[in-house]
């Protein structure tokens, strides 16, 4: 059972360089968002979509780009990388948005910009 | 305004007792979900517990327990006879309807330690 899947686990860039991770569900959820994890600030929501084609900002867009062309994947776009984007980054799938279902998530993504 | 706080970055417990990590909400929806998460230390997030507004039960989760008092929008989590694995980030989340979209908001973190 794959369910959500990240890609890379471990990135390290330079500031200024622009990378994509990767994100692929294979439970047909329709709802699915990008967090990034700060220590002592729990996680905060990037961007969400609530299905093919859909998109929307959440709590801490800004320097991230989004697109959804299938229902599958996810990619969370940095379009240049700065240091303040050093995170570990998750992205997370559930069956619909429109219920209070559990979010699962993948292994997380540690990006360390220098 | 802080949607979700957690008010203990830290907790210790001795194995096999039992220990509650608090969490506090803010919304004025009236329908909204709870939820609870465990990160161990190897960084994945795992569900642990769930509670719909509207539930007049307690929910519960094998030895997990979540404690809701809906006035006092508290949702802690109780951990009945802890083990040694049960040492991680715990985080209380909520969901929020913003848009007509449900998003998932998170606490802060509490990091529990269970002791031998």
């Known amino acids: 059972n794959a369910g959500v899947t990240q890609t890379p686990k471990f990135q390290v860039l330079k500031t200024g360089q622009s990378m994509t991770l990767q994100c692929a569900q294979d439970?047909?959820?329709?709802?699915m968002s990008w967090y990034r994890q700060d220590p002592g600030m729990g996680l905060r929501l990037i961007h969400y979509?609530?299905?093919?084609?859909?998109?929307d900002q959440g709590e801490v867009p800004n320097g991230y780009n989004v697109s959804r062309s299938t229902t599958e994947d996810f990619p969370l776009r940095l379009l240049s990388a700065a240091p303040s984007q050093t995170s570990v980054y998750f992205c997370?799938?559930?069956?619909?948005?429109?219920?209070?279902?559990?979010?699962?998530f993948g292994q997380g993504t540690r990006l360390t910009v220098v | 305004a802080q949607k979700i706080t957690q008010t203990q970055p830290g907790m210790f417990v001795q194995e096999k007792e039992a220990v509650t990590l608090d969490c506090t909400y803010d919304?004025?929806?009236?329908?909204?979900?709870l939820f609870w998460y465990k990160q161990p230390s190897s960084g994945e997030m795992i569900f642990l517990i769930y509670?719909?507004?509207?539930?007049?039960q307690n929910a519960t989760e094998g030895r997990y327990s979540l404690n809701f008092q809906k006035a006092r929008k508290s949702a802690n989590l109780v951990i009945s006879a802890s083990q040694l694995g049960d040492s991680a980030m715990y985080f209380c989340?909520?969901?929020?309807?913003?848009?007509?979209?449900?998003?998932?908001?998170f606490g802060a973190g509490t990091r529990l330690a269970v002791h031998p």
């Open positions: 997370a799938s559930s069956y619909s948005p429109a219920r209070n279902t559990e979010a699962f």
């Open positions: 439970m047909n959820h329709e709802y």
């Open positions: 979509s609530v299905g093919a084609g859909i998109t």
């Open positions: 919304t004025s929806d009236q329908s909204y979900g």
């Open positions: 509670q719909g507004s509207y539930d007049e």
């Open positions: 989340a909520m969901r929020e309807v913003s848009g007509g979209y449900n998003k998932l908001i």
